[in-house]
């Protein structure tokens, strides 16, 4: 929107193919700033990532193939790259209440994740299927994901 993360005409995230982060311009398309992520984390060979951004305040949160990575939404520039050998094509969910958000996303080894903001640390995780492509979604404390396998999982963590 214009005026988010202090840039008058607003700002669109975009992540390529060629596994680069982009900022741009809402009004002009104009580059703001790039960022490479890392490469090579796929063993399938994916020729980039897939899953779109989650954005709160000045930071961007974009999953990969090779982890998750926090940026900063005005700069470009990395603040954490965690779970560096987990591959994720689901776009990432931000939830909880004021002081307490989190990050939630699922990868495709069948793992659920929430994650610290600040800092990427893992404050939950699960294991309860064989992967996930689909983004998960927030709906009154409880998480709701669909698996490779068809079934959608509710699940409720306390963190």
Known sequence: APGQNGIASGVVYVVGKDKSVYALN?????????YALQGGGNPTGSSG????AALLGGRLYVPSDKGMYALNAITGTLIWH?????????SP??????????LVDADNGGRLWVLNLATGGTLWEQKPAWGFWASPTVSHGAIYVAGLD????SFAPRV
Do not use: H
């Open 150 to 153: 068809g079934v959608l999982r």
């Open 49 to 52: 990532d897939v899953g779109g």
């Open 26 to 34: 809402f009004t002009t398309g104009a580059l703001i700033w790039k």
């Open 82 to 90: 965690m779970l560096t050998t987990s591959t994720f094509y689901a």
């Open 93 to 102: 969910a931000i939830t909880g209440p004021a002081g307490r958000m989190v």
